[in-house]
């Protein structure tokens, strides 16, 4: 009995200093943790902080020499929101984008669910080997295309047109959009939709009716990524549009609002803040949707 | 049950077929075309196609800003990927650990890949600004510069290739870290805790389980990351335009150049096609890099 009190109370001393050690390990690991998160924040969003700053400020101040930047030294004022919301291109080119996205979604989706669907589930003997060729697609440069699309614009008569970037951005968008859903769809267990075909479906009844609704998450994933994709690109729209009519936001933005050698900062940085954060919300929402459709693709494919 | 097998395997091929014709009419046949236009006198202006040869090619290679391009795209690919896969590791770790107000910090984080590249350079512009930069500012609060005096990030050769890979850094990080972050989630939670439980500590965990099992995605990371900077053109066209005097030159803005401002597409095309073994060579990387990834 003695013998056993022994054995527990001797080591109490070495665990009570061990516990402490541990403690003050997780204490020490917890600020690290909130410290990174903050260097790491303040690093990724200070543009976007200063962008937020500037556009509120009066011409005065922004230009005063050796003026604090981070804070109003006159009066914030909205003069620059309104001009760039009554006065310039910018809601053309949102709704340019948004246009040009729409489409560029419905495009994509009518060409990569039928190809996926046909990749994952149905009798190809070079289906595997398709499916990585489909795939490095995406990897052959615009730097490279646009040469040829910039004759193939010209006889088609789209020059200076958005439908142009209609016609070229599936090129980009395609490839991708194959590669996610072919990860969703061998995802979805066969029996479903053998269970629907016993239940007097055709294939592509089963494929429309049941492989199609099981994809949503994978569908929404192609859908954002689409839809962003013509808020991104640069190239193509900087290349083919040159009328303020036809431009998109990545590409309108950097060339309308500034004139000559004139920036109109508060404008400029207003219009990209603009743009930025919607996007991000939406990225956000489906991040770990984008994280495992891609690790899918990769792992399944 | 044969005719059964036949029916889907027309069926197959009729749902494949938009997407193939799709991509051989304005993926591959452009493809061939542009590689086709390099050795051809093929301007805006007069499409008619001539061949030349290899005079293309020759031109550009005796051009000083097409070797200087070529140099760049190489530097600013080699050095932003070294920086982004040490930032992007540590991003990738903070992501996966508990903390509060997470929410906002990934929206933060992740900002600047969510934002499309050309607007990130419009933000950077104000920041880099000759006579306006808040960073000017700060330097000259704490004292690094003295007061009144600009670093002029842009107009010195040197400070512009610099900013121009910090801001690809910058752009590129968040995307890396996601990636990265898929592969640690992906470690099984045994082997995690039973490191920890045989007493590993934090670095000791880093080294010898976290990085060596996420090798291949981080070589995924580090390969697609390789990819967008080596083919970006929209960068050093909104942030510096090549300047100053052609010194940030990459290879995509270059031909960029030649092929739209100054509608030569034959001399664009030459300078391009560079992009392509390399491009090759990332590409057979990462199918190996993700055919291990399935291994583990």
Request: glycine content about 6%; hydrophobic content about 55%.
């Amino acid at each position: 009995m003695s013998e056993r009190s022994e054995g527990t109370t001797a080591p109490t001393v070495p665990i009570e200093r061990q516990r402490r050690q541990a403690q003050r390990r997780y204490v020490a690991s917890r600020i690290t943790v909130y410290v990174v998160a903050i260097v790491a924040s303040l690093l990724a969003a200070f543009p976007f902080i200063v962008e937020g700053i500037i556009t509120f400020k009066r011409d005065q101040d922004l230009y005063a020499p050796g003026s604090n930047p981070f804070r109003y030294n006159l009066d914030p004022t909205t003069e620059h929101l309104d001009f760039l919301f009554t006065s310039t291109g910018f809601l053309t080119f949102v709704l340019n984008t948004l246009l040009v996205g729409a489409c560029v979604v419905a495009i994509t989706l009518l060409l990569a669910l039928p190809a996926a669907y046909s990749l994952a589930r149905l009798p190809l003997r070079w289906g595997g080997a398709l499916g990585i060729t489909i795939f490095l697609v995406y990897l052959i440069p615009p730097s490279l295309l646009f040469v040829s699309f910039s004759r193939l614009i010209a006889n088609m008569g789209l020059q200076n047109s958005r439908w142009a970037l209609v016609v070229l951005y599936p090129t980009i968008t395609v490839p991708v959009a194959v590669w996610l859903l072919l990860g969703f769809f061998k995802s979805i267990p066969r029996d479903v939709e053998e269970q629907a075909m016993v239940d007097g479906y055709s294939r592509f009844a089963a494929f429309v009716r049941v492989a199609v609704p099981l994809a949503f998450p994978g569908i929404v994933a192609v859908i954002v990524f689409s839809f962003t994709l013509s808020a991104h690109e640069f190239l193509y729209a900087s290349a083919f549009l040159s009328s303020s009519s036809q431009k998109t936001v990545s590409v309108g933005i950097p060339t309308e609002l500034v004139l000559g050698d004139v920036f109109h900062w508060q404008e400029l940085q207003a219009a990209a803040l603009l743009v930025a954060l919607p996007i991000a919300l939406l990225f956000n929402l489906l991040l770990e949707r984008f994280v495992s459709g891609f690790t899918m693709g990769a792992v399944k494919g | 049950m044969a005719r059964l097998a036949d029916r889907e395997g027309v069926l197959a091929r009729l749902m494949l077929l938009p997407a193939i014709v799709y991509i051989l009419a304005l993926v591959a046949v452009p493809f061939v075309v542009a590689i086709a236009y390099s050795f051809s006198d093929v301007t805006a202006g007069d499409p008619s196609y001539d061949w030349v040869g290899l005079e293309n090619y020759r031109s550009n290679w005796e051009d000083p800003v097409f070797g200087r391009a070529l140099w760049n795209t190489f530097l600013f690919t080699g050095v932003t990927m070294l920086l982004t896969v040490v930032l992007a590791n540590i991003l990738a770790t903070l992501l996966t650990a508990d903390f509060h107000g997470k929410w906002v910090v990934r929206f933060l984080v992740l900002l600047p890949w969510t934002t499309p590249a050309a607007l990130g350079a419009i933000a950077w512009l104000f920041m880099l600004d000759s006579l306006l930069s808040p960073i000017d500012w700060i330097l000259w609060q704490v004292g690094l510069l003295e007061d009144g005096r600009h670093m002029v990030w842009l107009g010195k050769s040197g400070l512009a290739k610099a900013s121009v890979i910090g801001v690809q850094v910058w752009r590129l990080v968040p995307l890396a870290a996601v990636i990265i972050m898929a592969g640690q989630t992906a470690i099984p939670d045994d082997i995690k805790d039973a490191a920890a439980v045989d007493g590993a500590g934090f670095w000791r965990r880093l080294w010898e389980v976290t990085i060596p099992l996420t090798l291949p995605v981080i070589a995924v990371a580090v390969l697609f990351g390789a990819i967008i900077t080596f083919t970006d053109m929209s960068l050093v066209r909104v942030l510096t335009n090549g300047g100053p005097v052609n010194q940030t030159h990459v290879l995509a803005s270059w031909a960029y150049v030649k092929g739209i401002d100054g509608g030569n597409l034959a001399q664009g095309a030459a300078v391009a096609v560079f992009l392509l073994p390399l491009l090759l060579a990332a590409t057979i990387a990462i199918l190996r890099a993700v055919r291990r990834w399935e291994v583990t």
